[in-house]
């Protein structure tokens, strides 16, 4: 039933449901892939070690930044056809690939490991690159690189001349920031692609400063491959063929957390899985699109009790310069402590100021405790940093 074409966002003009039939359908989570895991997935006379033999699956599993690391079954070749279907979603990125099929990349994201990459040891360049893709980072603490580190990066990255990157944002800025101090542009770079957690608007204008390119937004996760690829106009619209999307339970504002029928992957089908990252429709134009707000774990309450997502304070930063990357942390009680790194001009007392009324504007008069800077703000067990989070 999953399979029909269907509103991508679950919503069709008029605002009527168009994933009704689904709604009839119970919720299933981590929990549920993990419980029996791989029986709960292959028929009966289907055998996990037969079809590993045969090269027909991969044993992967998520990162475990929402929860415990959760086993995965997926095609062979199964992601890299995920990424391909969605980049060919953004018409400029299409066209550069058109140009150049066997683009080069250099991959900045937290060493973890997986099907292509596995870090044992310290891995040399050679073990390093896959296929077109060059894996430059070595360690989990991008605010801790020494200068010698940054430099064999930046070595190895300009050596393989790379038409675009691919990044998690933070370890993207480290380098960026790096780079700029450095003088290093990346002649042969054509765009950069944001991926693995929240790119904050901090990240972004750092990343368009130093290097000149646009920079696109790709959302998805292990489990479910890629969901949303941001087009020219900085939509995110969906993949229509990897999954079918249903916002559930939404506030006030109309967000609410994403629901994924995936419908590509037949040995691990997953119906109505629900992610565990909020999200919003976007404006109403010629393609639907999504506005992610976040992970639902990572969302804050104001004083008025309302909930408030990663997307919403980091809007508040929009206005402000001078700040690389940061981390806003609640108390029970609803008070915060923001703590931050510069950018390579700190930022001055009014910008400060104004973002500190921007953010109690958001989250309540008179909840700031503090506002630091730190040269240091370390990422959760698999890589990942949280900019916002309750104690």
Not at 328 to 351: C, F, I, M, T
Request: with cysteine.
């Amino acid at each position: 039933m999953y399979r029909r074409p269907v509103s991508p966002i679950g919503l069709a003009a008029d605002g009527s449901d168009e994933l009704a039939p689904l709604g009839r359908l119970p919720f299933i989570t981590k929990h549920d892939i993990r419980r029996d895991f791989p029986r709960n997935f292959l028929r009966a006379e289907v055998n996990l070690d037969a079809l590993l033999d045969q090269r027909l699956v991969e044993l992967e599993h998520t990162s475990g930044t929402s929860e415990e690391r959760t086993p995965l079954l997926l095609p062979r070749g199964w992601w890299a056809e995920q990424e391909a279907r969605a980049l060919r979603l953004n018409p400029w990125v299409a066209g550069v690939l058109a140009e150049s099929p066997a683009a080069r990349r250099v991959t900045l994201a937290p060493p973890v490991c997986g099907g292509d990459v596995c870090y044992s040891g310290v891995p040399s360049r050679f073990e390093r690159v896959v296929g077109n893709a060059l894996f430059v980072v070595l360690s989990q603490h991008p605010w801790l690189w020494s200068d010698a580190e940054l430099d064999r990066m930046v070595e190895e990255a300009s050596g393989w001349s790379p038409v675009f990157l691919d990044l998690d944002p933070v370890y993207g800025v480290r380098f960026a920031m790096h780079c700029e101090r450095r003088g290093v542009r990346l002649p042969s770079l054509r765009f950069i692609l944001c991926s693995y957690e929240f790119e904050s608007v901090m990240h972004r204008r750092i990343l368009q400063r130093v290097f000149g390119v646009p920079v696109f937004n790709l959302y998805g996760s292990t489990e479910i491959g890629h969901l949303l690829m941001e087009d020219e106009a900085g939509r995110c619209v969906p993949i229509c063929q990897t999954a079918a999307l249903e916002l559930v339970e939404r506030d006030a504002a109309g967000i609410g957390e994403l629901v994924v029928t995936t419908l590509t992957n037949d040995y691990m089908p997953l119906i109505r899985y629900r992610i565990g990252d909020l999200a919003e429709a976007g404006p109403v134009g010629e393609r639907p699109a999504h506005i992610v707000h976040g992970r639902v774990k990572d969302a804050l309450v104001a004083t008025d009790g309302s909930r408030v997502t990663t997307r919403q304070v980091d809007q508040c930063f929009a206005g402000t310069s001078g700040l690389a990357h940061y981390e806003l942390r609640q108390l029970p009680d609803g008070r915060w402590r923001l703590r931050y790194v510069p950018d390579s001009e700190a930022p001055d007392a009014a910008s400060l100021a104004g973002l500190r009324t921007r953010l109690e504007a958001l989250l309540g008069p008179g909840t700031c405790t503090a506002m630091e800077a730190t040269d240091l703000l370390l990422p959760e067990r698999p890589g990942k940093f949280q900019l916002t989070a309750r104690l």
